[in-house]
C-alpha cells in the first residue's frame, strides 16, 4: 500500500510539474489552486481530534505500565531522554549546519505563510521573555473547546494531557473508559487514512503551485534535507544509541549490532515498527533479555519510542520554517523541541506514521501545512531511516531495562 501510495506522490509530482508548463489559458491554475484549498481543509479538519486523542489514548496506556512500576519507570526515563538526546541533536545540527541558506526561499512560498502566522501574530512578535511567556501562557491554557476549534494545538496538547492524567488517577481499575476512548482513537485514526488518500491529488496542486515559478530551488533545498536528516540520524544510531547500549546496557557495539542486524534490514524495508515487532523480539532473545521485559519494553517503545522520528520532525520543522520564511526565535524553537517529543510519543509505529502528528508542530509555530506536501517528495527513504533508528532504540531501551530494573 505503501509503495504504491508513493509512486502516486512522485507520479502526482511530476504530472504537477509537466502540467505547470504546458498551461496557457490559466484555468488549470484556477483548478489546481480549488484542490489545493480542499486537500489543506480536509487534513485541518482531521488534525485536532487526531491530536486530542491519540495523546489521550497514549497516556491512559499507562494505566497498564504503572502496574510494573520499576521496569516501567527506567523504560520510560530512558524513553524521554534518548527522545529529548534526539530532537537536540537535531536542532543544533540544522542551526550549525543549515546546508540549504544559499537557497533563497521561494518568494511566492513565504506569501503563503502571511495567512497562517497572522493570528500568532502576538505570539510570534513579543520581544521581552515575560512578553514571550505571557504569549505562550495564553495559548496553553484556554478552554479546551476553544482550542479545538481553533486549532491552537498548543492549547490542545495541555488540555490532553490535562485530562488524560486526571482520568488515569480518577477512574476505577476497572472502568471502561481507556478502552472507549482507544476504540474512539482507531475511528479518528481512519478518518486520517482517509484524508491521506487525497494526498496524491493534494500533491499534485500543491507542486503545480510551486513549479510555476519555484521548483528548481525546491528540490536544491530537498536535496540538501534528505542530506542533513539522513547524516544524523545515521549519527543517532550509529554513534549515540551504541555508546547507550555500551555503557548502560554492558554490550559492545559489534556483538549489539550482529544480534540486532535483522530487525534493521526488516525495519528498513517495511519503515514500520510496529511490523518489525515479531522480529524484533527476536533479536532481543538472542540478545539475553528476559521475556517479561522484552514484553513489556518492546510494544511500549514500537508505539511511543522513536528517536529517529523526532530528530526528523525538529530538522524538518527548521527546513520548512525557512522555505516558507518564518523566523524561529528561541521561543519557538523551544515549541519545535517539545511538540516533536510529544508528537513522536504519539505517533504510530506504520509507515509515515509521524506525517498526520507532525502536523502539530508545524501549525504551533505558524508554517502553514503545504510543508507537508514538501516532506511527502522525500518521504519514503527518510520513513525507511528513520524506523531502523526507531527500532534500534527500542532493543537498546530493553538492555537498559534489564540492567537498571533487574526483570528477566
Ligand atoms: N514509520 C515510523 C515507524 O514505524 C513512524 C514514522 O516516523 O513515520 O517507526
Same mark, same amino acid.
Given at each position: 500500500m505503501q509503495r504504491y501510495l508513493f509512486g502516486f506522490v512522485i507520479g502526482a509530482a511530476a504530472l504537477g510539474w509537466l502540467l505547470a508548463q504546458i498551461d496557457g489559458s490559466?484555468?488549470?491554475?484556477?483548478?489546481?489552486?480549488?484542490?489545493?484549498?480542499?486537500?489543506?481543509?480536509?487534513?485541518?479538519?482531521?488534525?485536532?481530534?487526531?491530536?486530542?486523542?491519540?495523546?489521550?489514548?497514549?497516556?491512559?496506556?499507562?494505566?497498564?505500565?504503572?502496574?510494573?512500576?520499576?521496569?516501567?519507570?527506567?523504560?520510560?526515563?530512558?524513553?524521554?531522554?534518548?527522545?529529548?538526546?534526539?530532537?537536540?541533536?537535531?536542532?543544533?545540527?540544522?542551526?550549525?549546519?543549515?546546508?540549504w541558506s544559499a537557497v533563497p526561499p521561494p518568494a511566492e512560498l513565504a506569501a503563503t505563510t502571511a495567512a497562517f502566522t497572522a493570528e500568532d501574530a502576538a505570539f510570534t512578535q513579543a520581544q521581552s521573555f515575560t512578553g514571550l511567556l505571557a504569549a505562550l501562557v495564553g495559548r496553553m491554557f484556554v478552554n479546551p473547546f476553544a482550542a479545538l476549534a481553533e486549532l491552537n494545538i498548543l492549547g490542545i496538547v495541555v488540555g490532553g494531557v490535562v485530562l488524560g492524567l486526571a482520568l488515569l488517577l480518577a477512574l476505577p481499575k476497572e472502568s471502561r473508559v481507556p478502552a472507549a476512548i482507544d476504540e474512539i482513537t482507531v475511528a479518528v485514526y481512519r478518518i486520517a487514512g482517509w484524508a491521506v488518500m487525497l494526498v496524491p491529488l493534494g500533491v499534485l496542486a500543491i507542486v503545480y503551485q510551486m513549479s510555476t515559478s519555484s521548483g528548481a530551488q525546491l528540490l536544491q533545498g530537498l536535496g540538501a534535507f534528505v542530506?542533513?536528516?539522513?547524516?544524523?540520524?545515521?549519527?543517532?544510531?550509529?554513534?549515540?544509541?551504541?555508546?547507550?547500549?555500551?555503557?548502560?546496557?554492558?554490550?559492545?557495539?559489534?556483538?549489539?549490532?550482529?544480534?540486532? #542486524?535483522?530487525? $534493521?534490514?526488516?525495519?528498513?524495508?517495511?519503515?514500520?515498527?510496529?511490523?518489525?515487532?515479531?522480529?524484533?523480539?527476536?533479536?532481543?532473545?538472542?540478545?539475553?533479555?528476559?521475556?517479561?521485559?522484552?514484553?513489556?519494553?518492546?510494544?511500549? #517503545?514500537?508505539?511511543?519510542?522513536?528517536?529517529?522520528?523526532?530528530? $526528523?520532525? #525538529?530538522?524538518?520543522?527548521?527546513?520548512?520554517?525557512?522555505?516558507?520564511?518564518?523566523?524561529?526565535?528561541p521561543l519557538a524553537t523551544a515549541t519545535v523541541f517539545l511538540l516533536?517529543?510529544?508528537?513522536?510519543?504519539?505517533?504510530?509505529?506504520?509507515?509515515?506514521?509521524?506525517?498526520?502528528?507532525?502536523?502539530?508542530?508545524?501549525?504551533?509555530?505558524?508554517?502553514?501545512?503545504?510543508?507537508?506536501?514538501?516532506?511527502?517528495?522525500?518521504?519514503?527513504?527518510?520513513?525507511?531511516?528513520?524506523?531502523?533508528?526507531n527500532v534500534e532504540g527500542d532493543l537498546v531501551g530493553s538492555l537498559v531495562a534489564t540492567r537498571f530494573a533487574g526483570t528477566r
Open positions: 490559466g484555468s488549470l491554475a484556477e483548478t489546481m489552486s480549488l484542490l489545493k484549498t480542499l486537500f489543506l481543509s480536509v487534513l485541518k479538519m482531521v488534525v485536532a481530534p487526531l491530536v486530542f486523542f491519540s495523546l489521550l489514548a497514549g497516556i491512559l496506556r499507562l494505566r497498564a505500565a504503572a502496574e510494573l512500576t520499576r521496569l516501567s519507570t527506567v523504560t520510560l526515563i530512558y524513553y524521554l531522554c534518548t527522545t529529548a538526546i534526539a530532537v537536540s541533536l537535531g536542532l543544533v545540527a540544522v542551526f550549525w549546519i543549515h546546508p542530506v542533513l536528516v539522513v547524516a544524523v540520524t545515521l549519527g543517532h544510531g550509529l554513534v549515540v544509541l551504541p555508546l547507550i547500549a555500551w555503557l548502560a546496557g554492558g554490550r559492545n557495539p559489534v556483538a549489539f549490532a550482529r544480534h540486532a #542486524g535483522r530487525a $534493521f534490514v526488516v525495519a528498513l524495508s517495511t519503515s514500520s515498527s510496529a511490523a518489525t515487532l515479531p522480529v524484533t523480539f527476536q533479536a532481543a532473545q538472542s540478545l539475553r533479555v528476559g521475556r517479561t521485559t522484552a514484553s513489556f519494553v518492546l510494544p511500549l #517503545g514500537a508505539t511511543i519510542n522513536m528517536d529517529g522520528t523526532a530528530l $526528523f520532525e #525538529g530538522i524538518a520543522a527548521v527546513f520548512l520554517a525557512y522555505l516558507f520564511g518564518i523566523e524561529l526565535g516533536a517529543m510529544m508528537s513522536s510519543i504519539g505517533a504510530p509505529g506504520i509507515p509515515s506514521g509521524s506525517m498526520a502528528a507532525m502536523q502539530m508542530v508545524l501549525l504551533a509555530v505558524g508554517i502553514p501545512l503545504e510543508g507537508i506536501a514538501v516532506l511527502l517528495l522525500v518521504e519514503r527513504p527518510l520513513d525507511a531511516v528513520r524506523t531502523a533508528v
